[in-house]
């Protein structure tokens, strides 16, 4: 697998509710391979995930620098539709696509994606819910939708849920 030594990555939770399992494989896989991580949220300081994990968060997405970062992952999880509505994530996400950064989000994440109206036109997966209201959302952005569990177009990398975790890190690794 590719060595990340030198890449900047930074990581955005849910101040409540992310997905401990998705941020823990993905994290864990990318500073393996040598990453510099950096997380951020919507509050700085401890954020919850939805199975009792926690982790610092030093960064407001408000206040995020793209220009240190060869990449911005969303972790998923229920807290993640916070950022959906969220104009300085939204903004995020359209200048990551505009600079032709590596972007990526996982399980409902790829929703943050969809209402930022980057996804026209390219494929992209997302978590499977029981009446397909997840797919609808990406596919009325425009979204051509894979149902894999990691779909990866140009510099976009979006993944269905906790256990694609690891193949999503290393599909972000190979993009870097």
Do not use: H
């Not at 941020?23 to 009792?52: C, K």
């Not at 032709?100 to 399980?107: L, N, R, S, T």
């Amino acid at each position: 697998m590719k060595n990340l030594y030198g890449k900047k990555i930074l990581i955005i939770v849910a101040n409540q509710d992310f997905q401990d399992d998705e941020y823990r494989t993905i994290s864990e896989r990318l500073s393996f391979l040598g990453a510099e991580l950096d997380v951020a949220s919507s509050s700085i300081g401890l954020a919850r995930g939805i199975n009792g994990a926690s982790v610092n968060c030093s960064l407001l997405v408000s206040d995020i620098n793209l220009y240190e970062y060869d990449a911005v992952v969303f972790i998923g999880g229920p807290g993640s539709v916070e950022y959906q509505s969220d104009a300085s994530a939204l903004e995020l996400v359209r200048q990551l696509v505009q600079q032709k950064k590596v972007v990526g989000a996982i399980c409902l994440a790829p929703l943050i994606l969809a209402k930022a109206n980057v996804l026209r036109g390219r494929e992209a997966t997302v978590w499977p819910d029981y009446e397909n209201e997840n797919m609808r959302e990406l596919t009325s952005a425009g979204a051509k939708y894979t149902g894999e569990p990691v779909t990866v177009d140009k510099k976009i990398i979006t993944a269905n849920g906790p256990e694609a975790a690891t193949e999503f890190a290393d599909a972000l690794a190979k993009e870097l």
